[in-house]
C-alpha cells in the first residue's frame, strides 16, 4: 500500500512516530451513508489535527496496529510503513498490508462524488484548506511565493 502525506499535516507525524497507518473505503450509497462520508471527509480533511482532536467522537475501533479504524468505512487497510521516499513537501509511505476487512456493502465515495455533493461553503472550506497546505509545503521548500 502506497499513502503521499503532506508533511505539514499532524497524520505525517504520526505515521512517521508510529510507523503504522490505515486507509479506509467511505461509502457513497445508500443515501444515508454519503451524508455520513462527506461529515467525515469535512471532519478528517479540511481540518488540522493540531488545532482540534478530530477523531473525538466518530465511531471507532482499534486496528492490529493500533491504528484508529472508521467503523463506517466500506473497508480499510492497516499497514506497517517498510519505506519512505521525501518529496519535498509530502513524503510517501509503502506499507506493507497486515490487515483488512470489508465492513459494509455499497459504492466507494470518490473525489468526483465528494465534490459534486458538497455544499458550497464546504467546498469553499475545502478549497481555503488546499491553500493552506501549499503554502505550508512551499514554505517548508524555501519558497515563499
Not at 13 to 32: C, I, N, Q, W, Y
Request: aromatic residues 4%; glycine residues 8%.
Amino acid at each position: 500500500m502506497l499513502i503521499e502525506l503532506w508533511k505539514a499535516n499532524l497524520t505525517h507525524d504520526m505515521v512517521r512516530a508510529s510507523g503504522v497507518f490505515a486507509v479506509h473505503l467511505l461509502p457513497a450509497t445508500p443515501k444515508e451513508a454519503l451524508g455520513v462520508s462527506l461529515s467525515l471527509v469535512r471532519t478528517l480533511g479540511m481540518r488540522s489535527g493540531r488545532d482540534e482532536d478530530k477523531m473525538a467522537g466518530l465511531p471507532l475501533r482499534q486496528g492490529v496496529t493500533g491504528s484508529p479504524i472508521l467503523t463506517d468505512a466500506l473497508s480499510y487497510v492497516e499497514a506497517r510503513v517498510a519505506a519512505t521516499l521525501d518529496g519535498d513537501e509530502m513524503t510517501v509511505f509503502l506499507g506493507d498490508v497486515v490487515a483488512g476487512e470489508c465492513l459494509h456493502e455499497g459504492n466507494a465515495l470518490t473525489m468526483q462524488v465528494a465534490r459534486e455533493q458538497m455544499p458550497g461553503e464546504w467546498m469553499d472550506e475545502w478549497e481555503r484548506n488546499h491553500r493552506r497546505q501549499l503554502a505550508e509545503a512551499k514554505l517548508r521548500r524555501g519558497h515563499d511565493d
